[in-house]
Each structure stands twice: as C-alpha cells, then as structure tokens.
C-alpha cells in the first residue's frame, strides 16, 4: 500500500507526527513501536503519516503464514512499482524483507509498517527473530524505517519492548497512543455546547472512531438512537465486535464487564455477581487490564496502596455504556424500537450515569488546572474512600497542600450544597503527611457567589475546564 489517502480531517497527534518525521528524516534506521488499545487511532496515525511518501503498510490477521506472507508480496510490489514481486513464491519472512531491500530505490528510507502485529506474530511466532536477525545485520545503518502496531498492550509490551523479546533495547522510539483528551476530543463538535461536548465524552471518550459516529447536525440523544439502538447502528455491536477481536470465553468476560457496570469494584462482589470463582477472575481481569478496557485503583492517602481498599472500574467509556444501558436490555430495546427504548429506557438514567462519569472527567481535568495555575511541584491525582466516606477528587501535591474536591454534574445555583457535602468529609481524610488541606469545587455551570471565597477554597465549571 504505497500513500493510503487520507479523505477525512486529521485533529491533534502533533508530538507524535514530529516523532515520525524526525525518525524518517534522520540517516541512521528507524525502528519504533505504536501501540495502545483499539480504536485510540493508531492505524490512522501511520496512514497519515505515510500519506505522502513511499511506504508498505501491511495489516496481519488471524490467518495463516502463507496467505500472510502473499498479500504482503502483493502490497511490497504495488509500493516499489515491481509487478513481478506480487508473483513470487516466498518461504518465509526473512526471505521475503531481503527481496523488498534489494528491490528499493529511493534515496530516502523505505516505510515498513506492520499492523495488527500481534496477529502476525500468532501464526509466525519466528517473526520477531527475523526482524531482529534484520535490525542488527542491515536495517539499522539506515534505508528503512520500521515500524510495529498493536492493540494488545500486553502483547506488545512483552513480545516487542519486553527484556526477554529478541527486539529488546532495539528501538530508536516507542508510541504509546492514548485516547484524546476531552479538549481535543471537543475538536470533533465544534459547534456543540460545552455541556454536549461533555456528554458526548462521557459515552465515546477519546477515541476518534466514536466521536466521527456522532453527527454535529443531531442532539446526543438522538445520536444515542442512531448508533446503539438502531439495528444496523455503527456502535449498536461495537462493545461485542471488540471482545470478540481479542478474547475467548465470551460469556465469562461478559458476565465480569456487567457486574463493573453495574458497580461491583471488588474481588468479592464481582465474583458473586458473576459467578466466577477467585483463581479464574484472576486471570480474565489481567486480560481485560493489559488490553486497557478495565483499570484498578486504589485510594490516595499519600500512605503505600491500600491493596485491601482496590477496586476494579471499567475504564472504558463506550463499553461502560453499553454494558450499562444497552447488553443487559437488548431484546427490550428491539422491541421497543430505537425513539420508545431511548425514551423509556436510557434517558431516565442518564443524568446519574453523567455523575458518575463527571467525576472521572474532573480528575483528569486537574492536573490542566494545575499547569494553567502555574504549580511546578510534582503531584498525584485520584480519590479517596473507606466503608463510611467518598471524596470525588484528591490532588496530592508535593508543595504541601492537598486538594480534595467536590463534583456535581446536576445543576446548582449555590455553592451552599455542594460545601455542605465535602466540608463533613474533610476530617475523615487520613491526611498523615499533614498538608495543607484546599478545596476544589466542579460544577456543570457556574455558580454564583455573594461573597469571594477564601484563598484555599477553588471553584470550576465546565467552561474552566475545557479552557486552554
């Protein structure tokens, strides 16, 4: 695939655009990993990239070696314009990148992009050895620019950059690609309101693929309808689609991603929700963390983790969504149609799913304040809870103060509520390195003060928070 063409706009990625055209550009070889879960624009991120220069880009899948290693052949000669390369019967990879070098002639570096890597790797477990084998003897004087794709964190994190990885300290740079924050996600609805850009972050999070599928032209709500409700929906089986790419034992993964959505954080609740036992929710809830779709936090106490106080989240916007509203309803919602479901359905609850994720968007909203505030001070960012407290936001910082904060996404008028429903709290935080404690209030809207507030007490709304 010599310049895939790009037809749709391309927002942010400017670091990780300058990391390639540096890599490209310098004489010496190029070797580096783009990894991150799927969906967070990775392919996108090397086709644009590759857009306007000479490059292979080739998408392994769940197939064998052979069909592999042919439609590879087929894309090298299409990019090095050598028709005859597309016929040539290959018995391997090593065989195959010594053709594709003797074959290139450009003064500039070769673009060699392997995607879904690990699926290559699946039916040709050599193939790390032969690149490597290809790194140390050519590649890396220069003439090629390498660059290895995945979606499975753990894969990647082991069988490329791992210690015990034949391409271990191979690499002249590594990509990790998250999700866009929700400044940049805001890109994609310029138009909307802060409040509808918000919800919309909420459900799609940062990732491109989502946000491109909710049109500027329609409400949220009517967006909802279209893409999880509607038969033929783009985002109707996405969660399912997703699990399916990745995992086996379905149900099982199904069962744990539903008590998560449903609340359950523990060992013991999800267990007894799923009816999984210890020793194998062990081991489905590693799988879901390496491919980043569940994460497990502890409370921030400044104290080591309190490992007994862990609690598991689905970290991921659209499955928590879906696991939330739309799996455990599915034969209601076709049988209600997409208007009545989304009416009877999931408006009613959407609000409080709103609060709940509001809180996780302040979090990741705080350590922008703290640079748009000019602190310099390194600092932690988390929450804090025990059997009898919940505080929404604790921003540990190292010049010692702590922050704890505050979130309602319903609207409030008064800053009265929302003081009445942290000043209570603020003693039963162990604050054992006795920092200075301040306050953090984030609401929907701007709320009115009669009075200035005190100099540790901070208030933020939607439009502070989606500040640059």
Same mark, same amino acid.
């Given at each position: 695939?010599?310049?895939?063409?790009?037809?749709?706009?391309?927002?942010?990625?400017?670091?990780?655009?300058?990391?390639?055209?540096?890599?490209?550009?310098?004489?010496?070889?190029?070797?580096?990993?783009?990894?991150?879960?799927?969906?967070?624009?990775?392919?996108?991120?090397?086709?644009?990239?590759?857009?306007?220069?000479?490059?292979?880009?080739?998408?392994?899948?769940?197939?064998?070696?052979?069909?592999?290693?042919?439609?590879? /052949?087929?894309?090298?000669?299409?990019?090095?314009?050598?028709?005859?390369?597309?016929?040539?019967?290959?018995?391997? &990879?090593?065989?195959?990148?010594?053709?594709?070098?003797?074959?290139?002639?450009?003064?500039?570096?070769?673009?060699?992009?392997?995607?879904?890597?690990?699926?290559?790797?699946?039916?040709?477990?050599? +193939?790390?050895?032969?690149?490597?084998?290809?790194?140390?003897?050519?590649?890396?004087?220069?003439?090629? /620019?390498?660059? +290895?794709?995945?979606?499975?964190?753990?894969?990647?994190?082991?069988?490329?950059?791992?210690?015990?990885?034949?391409?271990?300290?191979?690499?002249?740079?590594?990509?990790? #690609?998250?999700?866009?924050?929700?400044?940049?996600?805001?890109?994609?609805?310029?138009?909307?309101?802060?409040?509808?850009?918000?919800?919309?972050?909420?459900?799609?999070?940062?990732?491109?693929?989502?946000?491109?599928?909710?049109?500027?032209?329609?409400?949220?709500?009517?967006?909802?309808? *279209?893409?999880?409700?509607?038969?033929?929906?783009?985002?109707?089986?996405?969660?399912?689609? #997703?699990?399916?790419?990745?995992?086996?034992?379905?149900?099982?993964?199904?069962?744990?991603?539903?008590? #998560?959505?449903?609340?359950?954080?523990?060992?013991?609740?999800?267990?007894?929700?799923?009816?999984?036992?210890?020793?194998?929710?062990?081991?489905?809830?590693?799988?879901?963390?390496?491919?980043?779709?569940?994460?497990?936090?502890?409370?921030?106490?400044?104290?080591?983790?309190?490992?007994? +106080?862990?609690?598991?989240?689905?970290? *991921?916007?659209?499955?928590?969504? &879906?696991?939330?509203?739309?799996?455990?309803?599915?034969?209601?919602?076709?049988?209600?149609?997409?208007?009545?479901?989304?009416?009877?359905?999931?408006?009613?609850?959407?609000?409080?799913?709103?609060?709940?994720?509001?809180?996780?968007?302040?979090?990741?909203?705080?350590?922008? +304040?703290?640079?748009?505030?000019?602190?310099?001070?390194?600092?932690?960012?988390?929450?804090? &809870?025990?059997?009898?407290?919940?505080?929404?936001?604790?921003?540990?910082?190292?010049?010692?103060?702590?922050?704890?904060?505050?979130?309602?996404?319903?609207?409030?008028?008064?800053?009265?509520?929302?003081?009445?429903?942290?000043?209570?709290?603020?003693?039963?935080?162990?604050?054992?390195?006795?920092?200075?404690?301040?306050?953090?209030?984030?609401?929907?809207?701007?709320?009115?003060?009669?009075?200035?507030?005190?100099?540790?007490?901070? &208030?933020?709304?939607?439009?502070?928070?989606?500040?640059?």
């Amino acid at each position: 695939m010599p310049t895939p063409s790009i037809d749709e706009p391309f927002f942010g990625r400017s670091n990780e655009l300058r990391t390639l055209e540096r890599a490209w550009k310098d004489a010496a070889g190029a070797f580096i990993p783009v990894y991150g879960r799927r969906r967070v624009g990775k392919s996108e991120l090397i086709r644009h990239f590759i857009s306007q220069k000479r490059g292979i880009y080739y998408v392994g899948k769940q197939a064998p070696p052979d069909l592999q290693l042919r439609e590879f /052949m087929r894309d090298a000669a299409e990019c090095l314009g050598e028709p005859l390369l597309a016929e040539v019967q290959v018995d391997g &990879w090593a065989r195959a990148f010594k053709l594709i070098e003797e074959r290139w002639k450009g003064p500039e570096k070769l673009i060699l992009a392997l995607d879904e890597f690990q699926w290559m790797c699946e039916v040709s477990p050599e +193939l790390p050895s032969v690149i490597q084998e290809a790194w140390d003897r050519r590649w890396r004087k220069g003439g090629i /620019m390498l660059i +290895l794709c995945g979606s499975y964190l753990g894969f990647m994190e082991r069988e490329v950059l791992g210690k015990k990885s034949p391409l271990f300290g191979r690499r002249t740079a590594q990509i990790l #690609l998250r999700p866009f924050d929700h400044r940049e996600a805001a890109l994609f609805h310029p138009s909307w309101s802060r409040v509808e850009q918000a919800r919309t972050y909420f459900i799609c999070g940062g990732l491109p693929f989502y946000l491109k599928s909710f049109s500027a032209g329609r409400s949220v709500e009517q967006n909802i309808a *279209d893409n999880f409700l509607t038969e033929t929906g783009l985002l109707r089986r996405e969660a399912d689609f #997703l699990l399916r790419e990745e995992l086996r034992e379905l149900v099982n993964y199904h069962s744990i991603l539903m008590a #998560l959505a449903e609340g359950h954080g523990t060992n013991s609740a999800i267990s007894a929700a799923s009816g999984i036992g210890d020793r194998a929710l062990h081991f489905y809830l590693t799988t879901l963390i390496e491919l980043g779709y569940v994460r497990k936090k502890h409370p921030l106490t400044g104290a080591a983790a309190q490992v007994r +106080l862990g609690r598991y989240v689905l970290d *991921d916007p659209l499955l928590r969504f &879906w696991f939330r509203f739309v799996f455990p309803q599915t034969s209601l919602i076709a049988r209600l149609g997409p208007s009545a479901a989304m009416d009877r359905l999931i408006s009613p609850g959407l609000d409080s799913y709103f609060g709940f994720c509001f809180e996780q968007f302040c979090r990741e909203a705080l350590p922008a +304040l703290y640079a748009r505030e000019g602190l310099t001070a390194a600092f932690e960012v988390g929450e804090y &809870w025990d059997k009898d407290t919940q505080i929404d936001i604790v921003g540990m910082r190292k010049d010692g103060v702590t922050d704890l904060g505050e979130c309602k996404w319903t609207s409030a008028r008064s800053p009265t509520p929302l003081r009445e429903e942290l000043e209570p709290r603020l003693s039963r935080f162990p604050n054992t390195r006795r920092a200075s404690l301040h306050t953090r209030y984030f609401a929907r809207t701007k709320i009115t003060h009669r009075t200035p507030p005190p100099p540790t007490e901070h &208030w933020h709304d939607l439009d502070d928070l989606y500040e640059e």
